[in-house]
C-alpha cells in the first residue's frame, strides 16, 4: 500500500495540517505528521480542496472523439483539480441505454485520472418523443441517478412530469435544459442591445424562464427532484428563489463563463463566445453572482464543451456553441467569487465539491478532507496570478473563451483515489506511473 504525507496544507476553514494517505483513503489529519518511505508533498502556501466535481461535463466520446475523449477530457478535468466529472449523454449512440453508460463508465475507469459518472438521456436518441430505459441505467454497473436531454430540451410537459415520476423510484434527478424551442428558433446571441446591433437573432431570457417556472410547478405537483442545467438570467435566479421558499426540491447550476462574460464580449463575431444558453447582460451576471452566494443557486457547473478548431474559426452563425472549462472553471469562480467577497474558500468547497456530489447520489466523493475519507484533493495556489493561454489547456479542443486573460490561482496537485494524476502543475503522463 503506497503513501503520501502531505505537509503544511492550509485547509478551507484556515488551518494548517498534515495529511497521511494511505492507499486510496486519507488516514490522518493533524500537525508533525510522518509515515517511513511515504511520497512527501511539501504544501506550504497550498490550499487543500476536496478534490472538485462536475455535474456537467461533455466528454464526446463515443461518436464525437475529434472534439475529445473521455482520456483527453479526463486529463483536462485532472488539470483543473476535478477528481470526478458527470459525463453528458449527447454522445453516438447516445447514452439512453445500459449498454452505453456502462461503456462510458468503463472508459473512464481506464483512463483513471478522474471518476467518470455518466448522466443518462431523458428521452431515446434525445428526441423528446419517449422516455429511455431510465430504470435499466439505473440498475446497471454504472448506477445512473442523473438524467438529462442536455442540448435539448425536454419540451413536452406530458414526457417532463413521467420522466419525474418514474425517477422517484431511485432517488434519481432530471436535469433539464431550459430553452423553449420555439422561442430560439434560429437564435444566435442574448436577444437585447448587442444582439440588436449585431444583426443576430435573439435568445430571450422568457425562453429559459418559462420552461423553469413549469418545471418546478411539475417538481412540486410529483414530489420529484428537479435540476436546473446552466441558469443564467436574473429572472431564473427569481424564479429558483421563490420555488425553494415554497419547499420545491430544485437544485440549480450556474457555469462559470456566465459568472464572468457578457454579450459584449459577441461585438467582434469572435465565435469562442457562442453558448448556449447565451452570455447575458451585466446585470444578469450580478444576479447569478448573487444567487450563488446567497445559495440560490446550489452548484458551479463547467458545461465543458469542445469543439475541434473547424467548428469555430467561421462565421458566427455557422459556428457550434460552447466552450472548453474544465481547467479554467476554479480560477474563474477564484476571481468572480472570491476575489469579490461573495464566497469563502468553504464555500467554494460547497458549491464545486459536496453539493454536486450529494446532487449527483456520487457518495465516493464531495467529502471532507478527514481521517477515513477518500483521498479524493486538490492542492491550490491562490496566490499567483497568470495569463491563460492555450498551455493551460489540456483536452483535445482549445476553444477557450479565456485565453489571453489574466486569472488567479494554480492548481499544483490533484490526487484521485490516493494517486497523484497532476504534479507541480502537470499532468502525468500515465496514472500511477
Known sequence: MSSTVITGARLVTGDIVDIVIDGDRIVEVGAGLSRAGARHIDADGLLALPGLVDLHTHLREPGYEASETVETGTRAAAAGGFTAVFA?????????????????LALGDTAG?????????????????????????????????????DGFCVWDPLIMRR?????????????????????????????????????????????????????????????SRLHICHLSTAGSVDIIRWAKKRGINVTAEVTPHHLLLTDEMARGYDARYKVNPPLRTAEDVQAVRDGLADGTIDIVATDHAPHPAEA????????????????????????TMVDTGQLSWEDIA??????????GSLTTHGTPIAAG??????????????????????????????????????????????VPTVVDGEVVEKVGA
Open 163 to 223: 420522466a419525474l415520476e418514474y425517477v422517484k423510484r431511485f432517488d434519481g434527478v432530471i436535469a433539464q435544459h431550459a430553452q423553449d424551442p420555439r422561442l430560439t428558433e434560429g437564435a444566435q446571441l442574448n436577444e437585447g442591445a448587442v444582439s440588436a446591433e449585431l444583426g443576430l437573432t435573439g435568445w430571450p431570457a422568457v425562453a429559459e424562464e418559462s420552461i423553469i417556472a413549469r418545471d418546478v410547478l411539475l417538481a412540486e405537483h410529483v414530489g
Open 113 to 149: 485520472f478522474v471518476r467518470v459518472q455518466p448522466i443518462g438521456a431523458v428521452t431515446v436518441g434525445q428526441k423528446g418523443e419517449r422516455l429511455a430505459e431510465l430504470g435499466a441505467m439505473a440498475d446497471s454497473r454504472a448506477q445512473v441517478r442523473v438524467f438529462s436531454d
Open 88 to 104: 453528458m449523454p449527447n454522445t453516438s449512440p447516445v447514452a439512453d441505454t445500459a449498454g452505453v453508460v456502462e461503456q462510458e
Open 350 to 359: 460547497r458549491v464545486m465539491s459536496y453539493a454536486p456530489a450529494k446532487i
Open 312 to 335: 469555430k474559426a467561421c462565421e458566427w452563425q455557422a459556428a457550434a456553441n460552447g466552450m472548453v472549462g474544465l481547467e479554467s472553471a476554479l480560477r474563474v469562480v477564484h476571481t
Open 373 to 418: 475519507q477518500p483521498a479524493e484533493l486538490a492542492l491550490y495556489d491562490p496566490s499567483v496570478r497568470g495569463v491563460f493561454t492555450e498551455a493551460d489547456l489540456r483536452g483535445r479542443s482549445k476553444n477557450s473563451p479565456y485565453l489571453g486573460q489574466e486569472l488567479p490561482g494554480r492548481v499544483v496537485w490533484t490526487i484521485h483515489r490516493g
